[in-house]
């Protein structure tokens, strides 16, 4: 079983900048992704941005040129670097690692929660 906690969530003006971890405890195998989804009330998870074990990135166009994800498998942890935030930015953000290939697993952190506003 593999835990995803996550961290650096909090409160930034418009324009500012965040950065989110994602630690994952336990063995992650085989090709896999993880990434960063984000949530609004009332509404559907959402991919922000992933990134796969052999690093390949794939990011929502809405935040293309303001985010950026990396991942340090040694460490087996994913960072969303988040600049240029504005308000509609907010929501809360899960990170997320799965199996690509086989589809073994398919695991989620709790949640941080990204608050834009002046």
């Known amino acids: 079983q593999v835990q995803l906690v996550e961290s650096g969530g909090g409160s930034v003006q418009p324009g500012g900048s965040l950065r989110l971890s994602c630690a994952a405890s336990?063995?992650?195998?085989?090709?896999?992704?993880m990434g960063w989804y984000r949530q609004f009330p009332g509404k559907q998870r959402e991919l922000v941005a992933a990134?796969?074990?052999?690093?390949?990135?794939n990011y929502a166009d809405y935040v293309k040129g303001r985010f950026t994800i990396s991942r340090d498998n040694g460490k087996n942890t994913a960072y969303l670097q988040m600049n240029s935030l504005n308000p509609e930015d907010t929501a809360v953000y899960y990170c997320?690692?799965?199996?690509?290939?086989?589809?073994?697993?398919?695991?989620w952190g709790q949640g941080t929660r990204v608050t834009v506003a002046s």
């Open positions: 997320n690692v799965r199996d690509t290939v086989l589809m073994r697993y398919n695991y």
């Open positions: 990134i796969t074990s052999s690093g390949t990135t």
């Open positions: 336990g063995r992650i195998f085989g090709m896999n992704a």
